[in-house]
């Protein structure tokens, strides 16, 4: 309630009878238990213990029931005591903030603050997770690629599911602006990692993926509903009109809006003039202060004596600042040549020092400029003028310009012109006319038919009225009558006027009537003048500076008004007097607050009445009284005149910050310690209008955030920062505006914040993880680490050493790194190693998932904490430091679970790529402690099973070759449950599928047609070495030992290979036969594929790069083609020796031989009596069919055309060779007609089929086949000759279709 007392009151009135019920009920039960002995006496001794014990108990638990009772009353009385005193307490404060908020002159509201945010809650949170888990699902509209749904799964699992962001929005400091530059910070590094897209630049794709989340994040929400909310948050965040800031201080305060309601019309707050003269009276009260504490000497305890003087000069200083200030403001238009001053009185002279006199007004310092608002509405009574006659009136204010109305006519004289004039004149004359058309031809001026003459007054009415007009003489209009309205203006520098009766020792020395202006020409400076009519400037002024207004009884000995007041100075006395009592009221309240005055004029008893004599009138007292009980009166009336200067506002400000800054931190924006806009305002006002030192309130800002900090609340480093240099600046005398004084109350405040914020920091770097989680907010933890160090130093000036900065970080970040081990094996649920029940697989298990979760949180380190660099340069050092340290504590574990693994197991091979994976790109941890550590105790695993690698893939060669088909891979894959294959042992290597007939004969050798047991060898050594260089090994020696051992084996696999293929093939040739029926065996294709396999792998299993220089190993190069050519050689002599048994058969036609005659009549009996197309060419058709089919075989079974092209080129060129050479060796001898017919079938086809497969021009016409050529034809014109058409169509100039 706002009555102070009368909760005391009614405390006081049942108090006593709370605290005296439980004292008779003890003295009752004592009573009764004496009443109860006694009667018992004649009892035997036995009954009378038995019935005393009983007596005795109840006494003494009655009693301390009592006791209980009246303590818990008594600490229930005390509360509502203390509650009440609060309530009185933040009413008090109230006012004050009431007076703040109604009159600023020092603060404005702030525009350049950071904007805030929009909280998130755990519904909010939940709602999010929610609709990121419907996308992932499938579930919403929303289209996106691969990346983007990789991006998103990241961001849901990593982010939104983590612990850390749970306490964030618990904690309050989150917002959904945090969201998205987690988010935003993902993807970048996400795009930046993507390989470069023509036309698609890296931007698009990110404001793409921002714009998808934008959706996501929004999901199904009303968008028509968020502009009206974005539009009231910034309104709550930016500026705030009066009437938000009472709402908002009602709810800090726990005010009731009937109580603002009632100390609002209390304290005058819609008064602009009762304001400043309060503002006044409470500048006037610390300068009395002031010199209180001069006179008495009572200073604050300073931690230097001399600081006494310069306290005063602080005091001095502030009060003139809010003079100034105050004067600053524009009150009204002041002379031309005035100069505003401050107040100037007895008392503040010898405190300011400014001098024995004040600034004396002169008249022309006194300005006022009126508006004249001028309506004429109509005439009555007008009967001298013809009905049809013209008339119109005119108006005119004394000085000035006249105006004219419409013209109407008589009959119907109205108007409602208006007219606007301005004067100086405080009691203008203001003349209106009535006029006629004059009808004359010799008149020269219109006819007068009335006029009338006011004097209006800013008190005069407002409304229209009839005036009787004056009229001429001899003028029939007896009862004319005009209806105007004269509104006065009351200028912004007028304060109150009206006619008084006034005599003074100074100034008006007669007692008599005057019409008086109280004028303010500045925040500090008024005057009381008299005006006579139609004059600018005051018949007499008094200046009212040290004046005392208060009433006084009636003056007998004064004729003329009953009511009388006075102003009072030393030497002076002036009486003032008027007939009515809301006109005195209303005067003594005017000059109250113009003389600024602490004392406060008080009716007589007979004048304490209210006074309601029309809407516009106010009270009589300036507190509105109507419905309140006289306690509720006294309370406001308490509140409202207590004097400001006899309170300590340090406390009433401690109180109204701490409430203020909890009734930001709950509110729905994520502010981060940070006040809104308003409430820095309301506060700065408060602080500089109430003397509130700015060390205490920056010392007390820092307790209150230091206390929801320490509550996992999180707050803005940079806020703290900037409280805390402040007060350094302050204690160590190292101002930006100059050394001030300093309290020891101050000093130790300061001392143990400071302390206090050293070990709240201290546990902030160590929890950097959780304090500042994925770096929110943003620059936190750099702030932070700026903070600590201007901690650290001992006074303003002097820097911290570096060492001991670091040296507090580093111990820090090694407290750190344990702690965020040990939440990381709490959170993976990682089981003990001396648990029995988990096995060995079961603990590598663990320490994959779990040396992912150390990556994870390396990672985010380096991401989202890294801005630690910005601040200090050795930051980076430091963070290797503690990542080694975190890494050490998984070695010991990741040591223990590989020991217990089996000795032949390779299954960690996975935790060491994980690991250096991420080590070896990472340029501070790359061949550090522990990944030295991880290189030591891989190297013997990998030579081991390098070891066992080459051993199996020997054995492998021995037993596959022993047991090979030589079928075609392509082949066995399709025909894979028929074929028998050789059974080649499996390749334990790690994340890579077993090895056998059906994991990789299909899908990987589909179109190959080399053997099974090479594809294993060359399918092993390139997943053996791309194993090894998966591994990435960091230690360049050993790596380049790894590669020159790999590449030494590949190449003595790769020559075994080779041996052993060509000695299968030339056994094979071996048992082939040379006729016309030879056809190129299916397996001499895939031995010679193998070869051909070979030399394509060579380059990539046997080369080693060393310094941009490609090194075989051997010879192995040189063997593949040694082998080629022998086989190519082979091959093309397999084939000439078919011709050579051909070119044998012809030979036995060869002239002059003894089976020639013989052949040569058997051909021609076959010919006579069998009908044939083209008789004798059946050996030219057989050899002509085996190189065709020869050609298809080696076209279709060979896997290479580059060495088919060889083969074809050599076999062609062989084969003109070899007919060149016999028929040379027939140079001297006539070809049979059988054998001209069939070389020449012979030579004509295999130019032809050579050259459609292939063969060049330059190789088919070479010298043997030009030869060739050449003796056919000379041979063939022979026989033409000779024989007539002998040759049955045959011969070289044939066109080269083919025969049926």
Known sequence: MLDPSSSEDTGGESDPEVVQDPQRKPAASSSAGKRESSSSSDRTAGQHLRSAAPGSALGKSAKENSTTGEAQEKREHEQIQKEEEERKTKLQIYVFVLRCIAYPFNAKQPTDMARRQQKVNKQQLQAVKERFLAFLNGETQIMADEAFFNAVRSYYEGFLKSERISRMVQSGGCSANDFREVFKKNIERRVRSLPEIDGLSKETVLSSWISKYDAIYRGDEDMQRQPQRAHLNAVSELILSKEQLYEMFQQILGIRKFEHQLLYNACQLD??????????????????????????????????????????????????????????????????????????????????????????????????????????????????????????????????????????????????????????????????????????????????LGRVVLNPTTNGPRQAEFHRMVIPKNSQDKELKIKLVVRMDKPPNMKHSGYLYAMGQRVWKHWKKRYFVLVQVSQYTFAMCSYREKKAEPQELMQLDCYTVDYCDPQPGLPGGRLFFNAVKEGDLVMFACDDEQDQMLWVQAMYRATGQSYKPTPPPQNRTTYCRGGNQKSASPISNKGLDPSQRQGVEELISAFPCRFNHAALFTILQKNTLKHRMNDSFSCLGWFSPGQVFV?????????????????????????????????????????????????????????????????????????????????????????????????????TLSLQERVLMKDITTPVPPEDMKKLVQRCLEQAAQINYCQLIEYAQIKGEMDPRVTPEKRLEDMMRLGELCIEVLQQNEEHHSEGREAFSWWPELMTEHAEKFLSLYRADMDAALQVQPVNSWNSFPLFQLFNNFLHTDLHLCNGMFHKHLQDLYVPLVVRYVDLMESAIAQSIHHGFKKETWQPVKLLANSLSSVPLAKVPSLPLPQIPIFSATAWIGPMCENTNTSATSEDLFWKLDTLQMFVMDLRWPEPEFAKHLEQRLKLMASDMMEACVKRTKSAFDAKMQKVSKSTDFRLPLSVCTMFNVLIGAKKQCPKLCVLNCSQEQQYHSKIDVLIDEALKEIISSLVSKFSAVLDGVLSKLSRYDEGTFFSSILSFTVRVHAKYVLIFKPGLDLADTYITFVRQNQDIFRDCISDELFIKMVFDQWYTGSMKAVCVWLTDRLDLQLHMYQLKTLIKIIKKTYRDFRLRGVLDGTLNNKSYETIYNRLTMEEATVAVKEGDGQLGISMRDSDEEDD
């Not at 230097?304 to 403001?329: C, F, I, K, Q, T």
């Not at 204010?397 to 012109?417: I, N, Y």
């Not at 805390?724 to 004084?741: K, Q």
């Open 683 to 783: 506060l700065d006002e408060y602080c500089a209008r109430y003397g509130v030192r700015g060390c205490h309130r920056h010392l007390t800002y820092l307790k209150e955030l230091m206390d929801y900090s320490e509550n996992n609340t999180i707050v803005d480093p940079m806020l703290l920062h900037y409280s805390y240099a402040f007060c350094a600046s302050h204690v160590h005398g190292n101002r930006p505006d100059g050394i001030g004084t300093v309290t020891m109350e101050e000093k130790e405040q300061f001392e143990t914040i400071r302390s206090r914020l050293m070990a709240l920091l201290e546990k902030q770097i160590t929890h950097f993880r959780y304090c500042f989680p994925f770096g929110r907010p943003d620059g936190a933890l750099k702030a």
């Open 271 to 448: 008064n602009v003039d009762e304001q400043a003269a309060q503002i006044r009276r409470e500048l006037d009260g610390r300068l009395q202060l002031a010199e209180k504490i001069v006179r008495e000497r009572k200073y604050p305890e300073f931690v230097s004596a001399d600081m006494e003087a310069l306290y005063m000069e602080e005091l001095r200083s502030s009060v003139n600042l809010l003079m100034s200030n105050l004067e600053s403001l524009p009150v009204s238009k002041g002379g031309p040549d005035f100069k505003q001053k401050l107040k100037c009185s007895s008392l503040n002279n010898s405190f300011l020092d400014l001098g024995d006199e004040g600034a004396i007004l002169s008249k022309s310092d006194i300005v006022l400029s009126f508006t004249l608002e001028i309506v004429i509405m109509e005439v009555q009574g007008l009967k001298s003028v013809a009905p049809n006659r013209i008339v119109y009136c005119t108006m005119e204010v004394e000085g000035g310009e006249k105006l004219q109305t419409d013209q109407a006519e008589a009959s119907k004289p109205q108007w409602g012109t208006q007219g606007d004039f301005c004067t100086s004149h405080p009691l203008p004359s203001v003349k209106v006319k009535l006029f006629t058309e004059s009808t004359g031809v010799l008149a020269l001026e219109d006819k007068e």
